[in-house]
T-cell receptor, first 112, second 115 residues
Framework: DQQVKQNSPSLSVQEGRISILNCDYT??????FLWYKKYPAEGPTFLIS?????DKNEDGRFTVFLNKSAKHLSLHIVPSQPGDSAVYFC???????????FGKGTLLTVNP | GAGVSQSPSNKVTEKGKDVELRCDPI?????LYWYRQSLGQGLEFLIY????????KSGLPSDRFSAERTGGSVSTLTIQRTQQEDSAVYLC?????????????FGQGTRLTVV
């Protein structure tokens, strides 16, 4: 039972354009959401988070949007840069403990 | 160092042998996770330790896998009688979780290859 789903395994965008990475979840107890970025041969690194009391959080070029009614969140990167090329994981937590559940990731390729 | 440290960084083992993977979390972090990422796949949850609570072992794929966390700090993931399908990058992460959610910090991973 996959509680956090990233349905697009890959995404390709042109440098300077917007990248939109999507994530859906099924567990209504989730109330905290995070995005991680992973380069090859490295561990994932934290990018941005949002709690369920908000619907938007922005940090520089990165913005996360949360639609609780749709159980959907998205990460927007604008403008996209070649250095943003990586695998992006969304993660969610909530309920009886703080355990994070990760999606399977989306490979973003930003073409120069 | 200040980050999550995993050892070894690479491990090649023969099918049927046992292996131990080590994780040193960030000092003071109460929560520790093990994940693995097989080639071309996403992050697969294995086990979660939180303070003195019983670990969440729901992600361990078989009884050949076990993990312990001694003294609330260092963790060891043991795989017995390794199989080729165990080949993956094993990632450890830790987080503070003292008063709510904080991000988990990952180590560089251990690349396990079973030949």
């Amino acid at each position: 039972d996959q509680q956090v789903k990233q349905n697009s395994p890959s995404l390709s965008v042109q440098e300077g354009r917007i990248s939109i990475l999507n994530c859906d979840y099924t567990n209504s107890m989730f109330d905290y959401f995070l995005w991680y970025k992973k380069y090859p041969a490295e561990g994932p690194t934290f990018l941005i988070s949002i709690s369920s009391i908000k619907d938007k959080n922005e940090d520089g070029r990165f913005t996360v949007f949360l639609n609780k009614s749709a159980k959907h969140l998205s990460l927007h990167i604008v403008p996209s840069q070649p250095g943003d090329s990586a695998v992006y994981f969304c993660a969610a937590g909530g309920g009886s403990n703080y355990k994070l559940t990760f999606g399977k990731g989306t490979l973003l390729t930003v073409n120069p | 160092g200040a980050g999550v440290s995993q050892s070894p960084s690479n491990k090649v083992t023969e099918k049927g042998k046992d292996v131990e993977l080590r994780c040193d979390p960030i000092s003071g972090h109460t929560a520790l996770y093990w994940y693995r990422q097989s080639l071309g796949q996403g992050l697969e949850f294995l086990i979660y330790f939180q303070g003195n609570s019983a670990p969440d072992k729901s992600g361990l794929p078989s009884d050949r896998f076990s993990a312990e966390r001694t003294g609330g700090s260092v963790s060891t993931l043991t795989i017995q009688r390794t199989q080729q399908e165990d080949s993956a990058v094993y990632l450890c992460a830790s987080s503070l979780e003292s008063s709510g959610y904080t991000e988990a910090f990952f180590g560089q991973g251990t690349r396990l290859t079973v030949v």
